[in-house]
């Protein structure tokens, strides 16, 4: 096993801290809330971009924040 595969397994493994879990259901809220407001205004043909670019937005913000710990 490598390295790399030994580190995920412990991060994995250790118990999530509260700021992990507040995270999480943050970017849940954020992504739930983009793709309503996407459904909202979008047509329906668009409706899929839009949906893939509020998951691109969650996704981009998530990797900021994990950058920033």
Same mark, same amino acid.
């Given at each position: 096993? =490598?390295? $790399?595969?030994?580190?995920?397994?412990?991060?994995?493994?250790?118990?999530?801290? %509260?700021? /992990?879990?507040? !995270?999480? =259901?943050? $970017?849940?809220?954020?992504?739930?809330?983009?793709?309503?407001?996407?459904?909202? %205004?979008? /047509?329906?043909? !668009?409706?899929?971009?839009?949906?893939?670019?509020?998951?691109?937005?969650?996704?981009?913000?998530?990797?900021?924040?994990?950058?920033?710990?």
């Amino acid at each position: 096993m =490598s390295k $790399l595969q030994r580190s995920f397994l412990k991060y994995i493994r250790r118990k999530p801290s %509260f700021k /992990d879990i507040m !995270l999480c =259901s943050a $970017l849940l809220l954020l992504a739930i809330t983009l793709m309503q407001l996407s459904a909202k %205004f979008l /047509d329906e043909s !668009l409706s899929t971009y839009g949906t893939m670019a509020s998951l691109g937005i969650v996704i981009l913000v998530g990797i900021l924040v994990l950058r920033k710990k």
